[in-house]
């Protein structure tokens, strides 16, 4: 089984650090590569940043679906940039971590917040958790205060300030699990499973699970309407990367 992650930024120590994460949990006979597109911002904190990074998504799909036989692809931005438009150029499951992490957290929690990087970054999130129909089941958003590269820069102090609003959404917020918002949090999850009274979740661990679930069950994309493959047309600018 080959499962492509794609990092929709083009900051390849955090492509490096997700791809380390979701080897930790994939199976044996799981190959898990991940990469960045050619195209896109270093970081992705707003919508400006998100829909920048989505043709580069686009294409590390059409390039895994066409050219490296992958099995499955992974969305590893928290937003899950262009997951739906993924979804249409394959019929192979494309999850986003985002997706991944409601979906588990729903399974062991009645209930979730969600600790993300900077406050102008809750739209981002908030349009995840309608895509997923999740807005029901979660608490609380929490913001902290630190943009995506912050986390690479310095650790010790984002590790600080992620256990510090985790437990503002358990102990203030009455969260029952938490969910990480950024897959630069990655790195954090272990240690704040040891630490919160909750269960922390990061979506890449699941996001690979689910990938290695669907393609065992032989589960493909629906094809049949809104998710039927694209028509081709003449794309100015873009037809070197969006080619089928």
Same mark, same amino acid.
């Given at each position: /089984?080959?499962?492509?992650?794609?990092?929709?930024? =083009?900051?390849?120590? /955090? =492509?490096?650090?997700?791809?380390?994460?979701?080897?930790?949990?994939?199976?044996? !006979?799981?190959?898990?590569?991940?990469?960045? +597109?050619?195209?896109?911002?270093?970081?992705? @904190?707003?919508?400006? !940043? @998100?829909?920048?990074?989505?043709?580069?998504?686009? *294409?590390?799909?059409?390039?895994? !679906? %066409?050219?490296?036989?992958?099995?499955?692809?992974?969305?590893?931005?928290?937003?899950?940039?262009?997951?739906?438009?993924? %979804?249409?150029?394959?019929?192979?499951?494309?999850?986003?971590? &985002?997706?991944?992490?409601? =979906?588990?957290?729903? /399974?062991?929690?009645?209930?979730? $917040?969600?600790?993300?990087?900077?406050?102008?970054?809750?739209?981002?999130?908030?349009?995840?958790?309608?895509?997923?129909?999740?807005?029901? &089941?979660?608490? $609380?958003?929490?913001?902290?205060?630190?943009?995506?590269?912050?986390?690479?820069?310095? +650790?010790?102090?984002? /590790?600080?300030?992620?256990?510090?609003?985790?437990?503002?959404?358990?102990?203030?917020?009455?969260?029952?699990?938490?969910?990480?918002?950024?897959?630069?949090?990655?790195?954090?999850?272990? %240690?704040?499973?040891? @630490?919160?009274?909750?269960?922390?979740?990061?979506?890449?661990? +699941?996001?690979?699970?689910? &990938?290695?679930?669907?393609?065992?069950?032989?589960?493909?994309? *629906?094809?049949?309407?809104?998710?039927?493959?694209?028509?081709?047309?003449?794309?100015?600018?873009?037809? !070197?990367?969006?080619?089928?």
């Amino acid at each position: /089984m080959k499962i492509k992650i794609i990092n929709p930024n =083009t900051t390849l120590s /955090m =492509t490096n650090s997700i791809a380390k994460a979701a080897k930790v949990y994939a199976r044996a !006979d799981t190959e898990i590569y991940a990469v960045s +597109p050619p195209t896109g911002p270093d970081s992705i @904190e707003s919508m400006y !940043d @998100e829909y920048l990074s989505i043709p580069g998504v686009i *294409s590390e799909v059409l390039k895994g !679906d %066409r050219d490296e036989h992958a099995d499955a692809f992974i969305i590893a931005c928290f937003g899950d940039p262009g997951i739906l438009a993924c %979804r249409e150029v394959t019929d192979k499951p494309v999850i986003g971590i &985002a997706q991944a992490g409601y =979906t588990l957290a729903k /399974m062991i929690a009645p209930n979730f $917040s969600v600790v993300y990087v900077l406050d102008r970054s809750e739209t981002v999130v908030r349009n995840s958790l309608r895509l997923a129909g999740a807005e029901h &089941a979660c608490k $609380s958003l929490r913001s902290c205060g630190l943009g995506v590269l912050d986390f690479e820069k310095d +650790p010790d102090i984002g /590790m600080k300030t992620l256990a510090l609003q985790s437990r503002k959404c358990v102990e203030e917020d009455g969260a029952e699990c938490v969910v990480l918002g950024c897959a630069g949090f990655a790195q954090f999850a272990e %240690r704040l499973n040891s @630490e919160l009274s909750v269960p922390v979740i990061d979506g890449i661990i +699941p996001a690979v699970k689910f &990938a290695e679930a669907l393609v065992d069950m032989g589960v493909k994309t *629906s094809k049949k309407n809104l998710w039927s493959f694209p028509d081709r047309k003449t794309i100015l600018g873009f037809d !070197d990367l969006m080619k089928f």
